[in-house]
């Protein structure tokens, strides 16, 4: 283990966040009662410039006087190369002392995070808010994504990193017009068999992006959570992304339909079966630390002292889920 510690978030659930546009009040309790970990209050995309000022009054009506539970309730706010944004700041942290996390779009440089967490500092300060505001940070551009080691460390209040895959997509002039599939043209064509034949593989193009987003996220200590999936009528596609974004260590993914909440706590949740095998390794590693030795053999396969930090990860998720 290196020196240099680094200080993990603040520990919230985060499997699922729901999308829900702030010029839609109608679709709020129905928000509230979803099986959803987070919510996220949009101000930005999901509202049509005319509709900002409303939707922003939506927002703090809604999170003062509607029972959210124990979601994390996050606001995302305009870009900061907009008018909208310093209004969207003041106007529902200094209001909504049940907001948790901000979530700024399209940050590009550390300075960007700066900014908002000046003002946030201000607003906390003068309305003297015991609960310090956290920010999830959407890296959805070529600069964002260059810069994406230095964004993670830009604050203390750095929660978690979110991947915008669409104008992820447009920002560096990939050839795909859908929201976090795949495309059939970026693959790999196998060697010739004896026969002369050849398969085609259909591979992931954003598995480069977002290996290097997660090792940004967990070196720093924030969550890594995967955006959207804009096609909403294919559950499968939906699990086979989310699959993915699991597999390289993602906590969680965004749902932009009530639909795909299911889907992804079911993926992102520990099955039995994992946290059965993660207890049994504990306890073999227990019984060969009693023994003096630092590895020892499980149903064929060596476990050692990085076995162990690997189940106590995944005993300690199903501990967080269990405990929701």
């Known amino acids: ?130 609960k310090r505001i956290g920010f999830e940070l959407l890296i959805e551009t070529a600069l964002g994504m260059a810069n994406v080691e230095a964004i993670a460390q830009a604050s203390k209040r750095n929660e978690a990193l979110s991947f915008g895959v669409a104008d992820y997509a447009a920002s560096t002039r990939a050839r795909t017009t859908v929201i976090g599939g795949v495309n059939p043209d970026y693959g790999v064509l196998s060697d010739k068999d004896a026969e002369g034949n050849r398969q085609y593989f259909w591979a992931d193009q954003w598995h480069a992006a977002q290996t290097r987003f997660l090792v940004a996220a967990r070196a720093y200590g924030l969550r890594p959570i995967d955006g959207p999936f804009g096609d909403f009528g294919d559950p499968d596609g939906y699990i086979a992304a989310a699959k993915r974004a699991a597999v390289l260590g993602f906590e969680g993914k965004w749902a932009i339909h009530p639909s795909q909440i299911d889907l992804a706590n079911q993926v992102f949740t520990p099955s039995e079966a994992e946290v059965k095998k993660a207890r049994r390794i504990l306890e073999a590693m227990e019984q060969a630390a009693k023994e003096g030795r630092g590895a020892v053999s499980l149903d064929g396969r060596l476990i050692d002292i990085a076995s162990i930090r690997m189940a106590q990860a995944l005993i300690d998720k199903a501990d967080q889920i269990g405990a929701a």
């Open 1 to 130: 283990m290196s020196f240099t510690l680094i200080e993990q978030a603040t520990p919230r659930l985060h499997r699922s966040e729901l999308a829900v546009p702030g010029s839609a009040p109608g679709m709020f309790e129905k928000a509230a009662a979803s099986k959803s970990d987070q919510v996220f209050l949009d101000l930005e995309d999901a509202v049509a410039p005319d509709d900002k000022e409303q939707a922003r009054k939506n927002i703090i009506q809604g999170l003062n006087e509607i029972d959210w539970g124990s979601k994390t309730m996050t606001l995302r706010i305009n870009g900061l190369d907009t008018h909208y944004a310093y209004r969207d700041v003041v106007d529902v942290v200094e209001n909504c002392p049940r907001l948790d996390v901000i979530l700024i779009p399209k940050v590009g440089v550390p300075q960007d995070v700066y900014a908002i967490d000046m003002l946030v500092t201000q607003i906390e300060s003068y309305k003297k808010r015991t």
